[in-house]
């Protein structure tokens, strides 16, 4: 049970698990904090959180979790009001979906990794963005990844991986250098892919004809292009390396059917088409239990 | 009203159309045809076809409507098979997905671009395939794109027309080349990049985590990457110019985002992100009446 949790960035992720800890009763008090006080307002008004402050300093007095849910760009900025505000059995996590840049964060503001900062990566999610889009049931049945260091306290991740179990998440750890790698191969570089696919398309010119005989792969494709391009441009600058590294493995994949289909090689188009829906169908059941 | 309907290759497309007009009471008999005795009377105990025999040339004696639904590199041998066997009033339109290749097809069997041919195209799909898959109302608030000729009937256009309209479709013409262009575009490339997708991750090695941790995005691509390898090899080497070109555009546009991640350029990336979601805004309801 958290008697006083505060969400910094009341947005999809940090709106969802305050409204999920409350449907669970696993929380007492949920003090919200951000930039705009009408987005904060609205927050309260739709009940996700009980008071608001602006100050992140503020907003973590007395709180026993924090959980920061901003992007990836403005964390370091959160660490820097946090610090020495913090009560003496706070307990402190994140969403960020790069864990690399955070903990780069941690250590530039707080001089070493924090024994009671747990770095988290809640693998849910949708393409819209805001409190009004949070939902209590987001992370029902979706993997959490925690990137807890060598400092960091056992009895810390004890109740980080509690919170989220409590929600219906299953918790994994793994080090942080696998996590952004993994990320980088199943979310991040599939999110190139679609807004590259979009934004090609739109550069074609006759832009109403292109996307009104839009095809189902196409459609699928753009849904993911309209996520917040904000989120993306910090989760790029924040995975460049590990991002870089997949762009370059799928420009070869690329490559190479591409040059199939310019000699007409129906063998090697079969090979390629024909693995890739094995892989498919062998991984299926883990695919559907994911979501962004 | 069709009389007497011929579907050659009863499949997704094939059964899909013959469960349709039937439902729309539009047809009477239904003669199905294709390569596998056990699909064909798959389709009979369906109730998708009245009758079947594995000579196109037998099937389509008589019909006044004759449906080809087979892989593009199959289209060739039934125009072979149907020539001399057609009746006075018959009318063929076909499903392929490339309407160029289909058309240099007829032109080698027949000679000359046949006036009782329709070149069409449902703007319709899913990745399953087989007759067991096809459903009635996979027409519905679906475009048909059809590719007549100066050489084609009118009166024929009309007929092919009328079928599609009355299971529900919207009908639009344009040229061959155009036509696979923008197909090309809007499907051909997208399935490329699912398939390259799979495939690139598949040969990363660790797959199963890969595949456990996949996130939203990945989990939509790779259900495309589900669809049929030969289906698709078959629609890659009948549209291989326009696809290359795609590809290619493709490729700069992706280097351009590359190399933007690579110099950390968060105001270039902002740009292309913004740019693809305001299209995904603009042309959403467009996209939302197109499947595959
Ligand atoms: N969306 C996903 O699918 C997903 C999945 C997993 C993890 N994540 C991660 O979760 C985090 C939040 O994403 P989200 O989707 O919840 O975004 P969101 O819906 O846009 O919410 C972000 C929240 O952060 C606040 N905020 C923005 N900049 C701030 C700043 N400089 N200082 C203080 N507050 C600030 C915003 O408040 P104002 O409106 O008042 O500015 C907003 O409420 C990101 O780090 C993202 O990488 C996202
Ligand atoms: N799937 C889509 O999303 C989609 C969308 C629009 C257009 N199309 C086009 O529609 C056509 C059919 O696709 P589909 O998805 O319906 O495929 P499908 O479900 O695999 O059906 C193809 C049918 O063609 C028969 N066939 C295969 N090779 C043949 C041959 N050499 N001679 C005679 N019959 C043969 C098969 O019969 P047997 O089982 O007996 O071999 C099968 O019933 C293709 O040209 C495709 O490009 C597909």
Redesign the interface.
């Known amino acids: 049970m958290i008697e006083r949790l505060a969400v910094i960035g009341v947005g999809l992720i940090g709106g969802s698990l305050a409204r999920a800890l409350r449907a669970n009763d696993a929380v007492g008090e949920v003090i919200g904090c951000g930039r705009s006080i009408e987005h904060l307002e609205r927050a309260q008004a739709l009940g996700v959180i009980d008071a608001y402050c602006q100050d992140p300093g503020k907003a973590v007095a007395n709180a026993d979790m924090v959980f920061i849910a901003v992007p990836l760009g403005a964390i370091a900025g959160v660490f820097a009001r946090i610090q020495g505000q913090l009560a003496e059995q706070a307990v402190i996590t994140d969403g960020g979906s790069v864990k690399g840049s955070v903990i780069a964060d941690a250590v530039q503001v707080f001089g070493e990794i924090p024994s009671w900062f747990v770095p988290g990566h809640p693998?849910a999610?949708?393409e819209r963005s805001g409190v009004e889009a949070s939902f209590p049931e987001l992370y029902q049945n979706r993997?959490v990844?925690l990137t807890p260091l060598a400092e960091t306290d056992p009895q810390a991740i004890e109740r980080v991986r509690a919170m989220w179990e409590r929600v219906g998440s299953e918790v994994t750890e793994m080090s942080v250098a696998h996590h952004d790698e993994?990320?980088a191969?199943?979310?991040h570089?599939?999110?190139?892919?679609?807004?590259?696919?979009?934004?090609?398309?739109?550069?074609?010119g006759s832009?109403?004809?292109?996307?009104?005989?839009?095809?189902?792969?196409?459609?699928?494709?753009?849904?993911?292009?309209?996520?917040s391009?904000?989120m993306?441009?910090d989760i790029?600058?924040a995975n460049?390396e590990a991002?870089?590294a997949m762009?370059?493995?799928?420009?070869s994949?690329?490559t190479e059917?591409?040059d199939?289909?310019?000699r007409?090689d129906?063998e090697a188009?079969?090979r390629?088409?024909?693995?890739?829906?094995a892989?498919?169908?062998?991984?299926?059941d883990?695919?559907?239990?994911?979501?962004?």
């Open positions: 693998i999610g949708t993997r990844i993994v990320l191969a199943t979310s570089l599939p999110h190139m892919l679609a807004f590259g696919l979009v934004d090609a398309l739109t550069r074609l832009n109403d004809e292109i996307f009104r005989y839009a095809a189902g792969g196409f459609r699928d494709f753009s849904r993911i292009a309209s996520s391009p904000e993306w441009r790029c600058l460049s991002l870089t762009l370059t493995r799928f420009g994949e690329m059917l591409s199939a289909i310019r007409k129906g188009l079969l390629i088409f024909g693995r890739a829906r892989a498919r169908e062998r991984y299926v883990g695919i559907d239990e994911g979501v962004s």
